[in-house]
């Protein structure tokens, strides 16, 4: 009995068991499909169709599984679900007993489709048939309007009619899992329901609690905050916090006077979500600060947005690249993949107002704007532009308005037009991206004054060592163009860097009535090369050039007026570089050849200057008639030059000038305070102009000071007019700080020697000349003053030092002062008969003695074998002094007085010892101008000595 009870005991499990595993196997399951639907849609409250076939699991509990589910009206609208399986969970006991009874439901691989906007939000209320109802979603998808959440996890749980219905789980956003959880209260009498809804991702959460309304709507309150606000939307990383009021109907979402705290930085806010006509979401932020370069660098990064998005963006304060911007305002727009910018204003650093709108898509931007400020320089300067360069007077007042287009390849501007400084400009440009960019530009300009932008000295050798990192191709227009003192009209520069080399292609202006053009290639390197690189200027006279480049050169009228024409043209590398060189100025013809070494201002060539006529060349250079003393004929200059950075020298210098017939050898030095000329000039003949005459206008003097010189003079023949010719010349020619000196003067003078020394010392106020002269064996071969009385011939020894100061000839003649020896042998005095008048003195007849000698006293000439004396002048005024004379046949002489060299008048006495002791002397007194003097003889003391003898 007891093992019967045993065995019952032990087998009645099994039984049970076998049972639980066998029984549910003997149903007809394809037969209770209606009934798992039917189970299915009590539970879901939707029509549910299964259109695969029905699997069973007992163990470890019993499960049946349909696949192919679809749930919802047939007509589509509302809520549609599809799902790859649905798992419906049942009791062990009533499906034991043949009952199906779920336990919970869920829908694996689900495809949900929500419609939105409900017809009204009162449509979230759960309804009153949701109860005891527990159900699951795995692995889903969920489409609400236009959004899609993936990887949905799910669970929906209404315990019991009176108890809240609880939505919790999972999905996907943005590649981020986010956790949600919701409960919705049942209604009260009043119609109104709760509503708690909590999000939750990764560095961010955000909570809405509030009420659903009878009358439809949900009205509340949100509160979000989170350690990183870029899990939420397009922004920079950083804490953040938001609170506000939440209202909800059935087209829009909308959360206002929202209060902010983004990484530190407060504000206000407000959010709209449209659900109807098309879902789209609308931002407001307006904050105290705003760091844009991160703003900017999250929008780019965001991706595309599921939905249509629209940021309305202000600060107070915001940096960008390192500057700071006030009061920023500007909307955003975004959809799909396009970005629409609008109403963008802000102050830029300077006090400078930029307004801009323009949109983006598929990586391309545009944008339209407007600038406008009272200082250029202080806004690029705080963008970080090197403006210290420039003159603190330049790059002002400015304003523009233009178009920008950027896309992955290139920047572009197609429209640009402004003002800076008050000048015009409008153009073009673009910049292609790559490994070696390009720049495109072309601009006009209605006046560009590059005073201030330019230094007033380039180097340009330096610039042309090292290539750019681009290419660039520019044409640039300007109406007039102003830099160092100089103004050209109708500039133009077309040019273009490319494959490391520099191409002209015309670089042209009018300066005056002539034309200037540049055109070339350059290779850049170490050492540049240059390629067919040719300045050709002309076209019209040389008036226009001359003013714009020598505006106080002081030339001529008539030179100014001559045609102008050169051309000056150069191949070869930098420091061998071969150039050419002709030109015409009127009959003026110029021809030069040179090799050049840029880089050590060296060079060497050979230049030739040629002219029909040296007195007109004169005359056009600024005499103020041609020269006559020059003589007539052609000029000719022919020099070989050495160039250095701190000399010139000429080692072949041959001029033809006239009469003039010069060569030698002169060095300029430009290394001191002033230049120095140094070297010999030999001459065959050296004619110079006269002496100038009291008329004459002052002397020009400046050039003296500007200049040093220790020069060698030698010539053959000097030739003054007026002046006897000097006969193998040779002197040293020095200058130092404006004080020339001839030393060592040696010439051959009437057959005689002159040697002496003179010296113009022309920063003196007023200037000084000086000199000392001496003559020794010259023969006189005509009058010497050329006046009435004068020596007419003899041999002449002279010696003496002056000293004159002024302006002009008239005052260096007033301001003369010296003195001085002369003594004339073997000569005649014209004008005077004082050995006739000595010899008709000695006549017995007292009468014809007496006309004898008043005859002698009219004119005549004295033979002179001796006449000597000393002078002396003060204040242009010369007196003789012990001037004594030894005549013809014995007879002496005396001649005194002063002549007086400003007015050109004379006071003199000329007298002659008659014979007899104790004869008076006969004298003739000259007076008055000395080209008509009057003669007063002095008779009467002899006169009545003779009677009274």
Request: hydrophobic fraction near 45%; charge should be neutral; charged fraction near 20%.
């Amino acid at each position: 009995m007891s093992r019967r009870l045993l065995l019952l005991f032990l087998g009645l499990p099994l039984a049970l068991l076998g049972l639980a595993w066998f029984a549910p196997r003997l149903l007809d399951w394809e037969a209770q499909r209606l009934r798992v639907a039917a189970i299915a849609e009590a539970r879901l409250g939707r029509p549910v169709g299964l259109g695969g076939p029905l699997r069973v699991t007992f163990l470890p509990q019993p499960m049946v599984e349909a696949s192919r589910v679809h749930v919802g009206t047939p007509d589509g609208n509302g809520l549609g679900i599809t799902a790859r399986a649905l798992r419906l969970r049942l009791g062990l006991l009533p499906l034991l007993l043949g009952r199906l009874e779920p336990r919970d439901l869920v829908l694996v691989g689900a495809d949900v489709r929500l419609p939105w906007p409900p017809e009204t939000i009162g449509a979230l209320r759960p309804p009153p048939w949701l109860t005891d109802f527990d159900a699951r979603i795995e692995s889903s998808r969920v489409s609400v309007g236009g959004a899609v959440f993936e990887g949905v996890a799910a669970r929906l749980a209404a315990p019991g009619p009176l108890d809240a219905v609880r939505i919790e789980g999972s999905f996907t956003w943005r590649s981020a899992p986010v956790r949600f959880q919701a409960v919705v209260g049942r209604p009260g009498h009043d119609g109104v329901a709760t509503l708690d809804v909590v999000l939750g991702v990764t560095g961010a959460s955000a909570s809405a609690r509030g009420v659903l309304v009878a009358e439809g709507g949900f009205e509340g309150r949100v509160e979000a905050s989170g350690s990183d606000i870029a899990a939420l939307f397009a922004a920079p990383s950083g804490a953040f916090r938001a609170t506000g009021r939440l209202a909800v109907t059935g087209e829009l979402a909308a959360a206002d006077d929202l209060a902010l705290d983004i990484a530190g930085v407060t504000g206000r806010g407000a959010a709209t979500f449209r659900f109807a006509p098309e879902p789209r979401l609308d931002v407001a932020l307006a904050l105290a600060r705003l760091d844009l370069d991160a703003w900017v660098a999250a929008l780019r990064r965001a991706p595309q947005p599921p939905l249509p998005m629209g940021l309305d963006l202000s600060a107070e304060v915001a940096a960008f690249h390192g500057a700071t911007l006030r009061g920023l305002r500007g909307g955003v727009m975004r959809e799909g993949d396009r970005l629409v910018l609008s109403n963008i204003s802000t102050m830029l650093p300077g006090e400078a107002q930029l307004t801009a709108s323009g949109s983006a898509q598929g990586g391309r931007l545009e944008l339209t704007g407007q600038v406008s400020g009272p200082s250029l320089r202080a806004t690029l300067a705080a963008f970080g532009v090197p403006v210290d360069r420039f003159a603190a007077t330049r790059l002002r007042a400015f304003e523009g308005t233009g178009r920008v287009d950027l896309d992955a390849a290139q920047l572009a501007v197609p429209e640009l037009a402004g003002m800076v400084d008050g000048a015009r400009l409008s153009g073009a440009g673009v910049l292609r991206f790559g490994v070696r960019p390009v720049i495109a530009a072309g601009l006009t300009f209605d006046h560009l004054d590059l005073d201030g932008l330019l230094p007033t000295r380039i180097a340009p050798l330096d610039a042309l060592r090292a290539a750019p990192g681009m290419d660039v191709n520019l044409r640039l227009a300007a109406e007039s163009i102003a830099w160092a003192g100089v103004r050209a009209d109708r500039a133009s520069l077309d040019a273009a860097v490319d494959q490391g080399r520099l191409t002209i292609r015309r670089a042209a202006a009018r300066l005056g009535e002539d034309d200037v053009s540049l055109a070339g290639t350059i290779a850049f390197g170490a050492t540049p090369r240059f390629t067919d690189v040719a300045l050709d200027l002309g076209g019209g006279t040389a008036g226009g050039v001359a003013r714009a480049l020598l505006p106080n050169a002081g030339l001529s009228d008539a030179l100014l007026g001559q045609p102008l024409r050169v051309r000056i043209a150069g191949t070869g590398p930098a420091d061998a570089l071969a150039v050419t060189a002709e030109g015409e100025l009127g009959e003026l013809r110029l021809a030069g050849q040179a090799n050049l070494v840029l880089g050590q201002g060296r060079g060497t060539g050979s230049v030739t200057l040629r002219h029909p006529g040296a007195p007109r060349l004169a005359f056009l250079l600024g005499a103020p008639e041609p020269p006559e003393w020059l003589g007539e004929g052609s000029l000719s200059l022919v020099a070989t030059l050495a160039v250095a950075p701190d000399n010139v020298t000429t080692e072949n210098l041959e001029l033809v000038a006239g009469g003039l017939r010069a060569r030698g050898q002169l060095a300029l030095a430009l290394d001191g305070a002033r230049p120095r000329l140094t070297g010999r000039l030999a001459a065959d003949r050296l004619p110079l102009p006269g002496l100038p005459g009291r008329e004459a206008p002052p002397l020009v003097l400046a050039p003296i000071g500007r200049i040093d010189a220790d020069v060698a003079v030698e010539a053959v023949e000097v030739v003054t007019p007026d002046l006897p010719v000097l006969q193998a010349f040779a002197a040293r020619l020095t200058i130092e700080e404006g004080r020339a000196v001839l030393d060592g003067l040696r010439a051959g003078l009437g057959g005689g020697r002159l040697d002496g020394r003179l010296a113009l010392d022309a920063m003196a106020q007023p200037p000084v000349v000086s000199g000392a002269l001496g003559l020794t064996g010259a023969t006189l071969t005509g009058p010497l003053f050329g006046t009435p009385i004068d020596i007419a011939s003899g041999q002449l020894d002279a010696q003496g030092r002056f000293t004159a100061s002024g302006h002009g000839a008239s005052a260096l003649l007033s301001t003369l002062t010296g003195e001085g020896r002369f003594a004339i042998a073997n000569g005649v005095l014209g004008g005077v008969a004082l050995a006739g008048a000595a010899s008709a003195a000695a006549l017995d007849d007292g009468v014809a003695a007496e006309q004898g000698v008043r005859e002698a006293l009219e004119g005549g000439a004295t033979a002179v074998d001796r006449l000597t004396g000393g002078w002396r002048t003060a204040d242009g005024e010369v007196s003789l002094e012990g001037v004594g004379l030894a005549a013809e046949g014995g007879a002496t002489g005396t001649i005194e007085g002063r002549i007086d060299i400003v007015r050109g008048a004379l006071d003199l006495r000329l007298a002659v010892q008659p014979p007899g002791d104790g004869a008076p002397p006969i004298a003739l007194r000259v007076t008055g101008p000395a080209e008509a003097p009057r003669r007063q003889p002095e008779v009467a003391p002899w006169a009545r000595w003779r009677a009274e003898r």
